[in-house]
């Protein structure tokens, strides 16, 4: 079964600071790979999504995930964070089998930027 | 614009009474499902819809019903709400049901049953 593993609910950076966000996925098939935003009060945005055509895939607002098959993780990571980058962040692995189009997420990651 | 609209926004009920969620999407959309948000959990699929009168159950079924009578609606129907369906609700949809095809999410529904 597929699963996916966000580490830290919590995450604190000084704004201009490095964004390391992490995920570790499980899954026996080629995974296909999102990552999502959610603003406060506000639905979730896609911020990029890894479907196997390249390991480093750039998403909106400047983040980018490497996928790394050998470690099975799809950390996502911006080099400087700005205010506006608070928000809780989901990792996501869509379900294979049967192709129901179902997201399996991670439990969440909330990103705190502070001044 | 393209968009994916839920209502209401913001639900406060007791508990046994009957209550319906919308969720329209105008983006000619095949594939709709439901997913739940709670605090440590993330979000869990309730029910899927591949198309128009064809649907299924996700991982979080119980208590609840939906329907697909048309393309661009997908209500979630609580028939006997609970205390434990207070949790806040994500209609999402996608061109269809492949892994390529990015899921378009609604604003939320907050729903707390007393």
């Known amino acids: 079964a597929q699963s996916v593993t966000q580490l830290g609910s919590h995450v604190s950076v000084s704004e201009g600071a490095l964004v390391l966000l992490r995920c570790n996925y499980s899954s026996s098939v080629p995974p296909y790979l999102f990552w999502y935003v959610q603003y406060p009060n506000q639905g979730l945005q896609l911020l990029l999504k890894?479907?196997?055509?390249?390991?480093l895939v750039k998403g909106i607002n400047g983040f980018e995930a490497e996928f790394k098959k050998s470690e099975t993780s799809f950390h996502l990571t911006k080099p400087s964070a700005h205010m506006s980058d608070a928000a809780e962040y989901f990792c996501a692995v869509i379900h294979g089998s049967g192709n129901t189009g179902k997201l399996i997420f991670g439990q969440g990651t909330t990103l705190q930027v502070k001044p | 614009e393209a968009q994916v609209t839920q209502n209401p926004r913001y639900l406060i009920t007791v508990t046994g009474k009957k209550l319906t969620v919308t969720c329209s999407q105008n983006m000619n959309h095949e594939y709709m499902s439901w997913y739940r948000q709670d605090p440590g959990l993330g979000l869990r699929q309730i029910y899927y819809s591949m198309n128009v009168e064809v649907t299924d159950k996700g991982d979080v079924p119980e208590g609840y019903k939906v329907s697909r009578k048309e393309k661009r609606n997908f209500p979630l129907i609580l028939e006997s709400p609970s205390p434990n369906q207070t949790s806040l609700y994500f209609c999402a949809s996608s061109l269809r049901a492949s892994s390529y095809n990015e899921q378009f999410f609604g604003p939320g529904t907050r729903l707390t049953v007393l």
């Open positions: 890894y479907t196997s055509a390249a390991t």
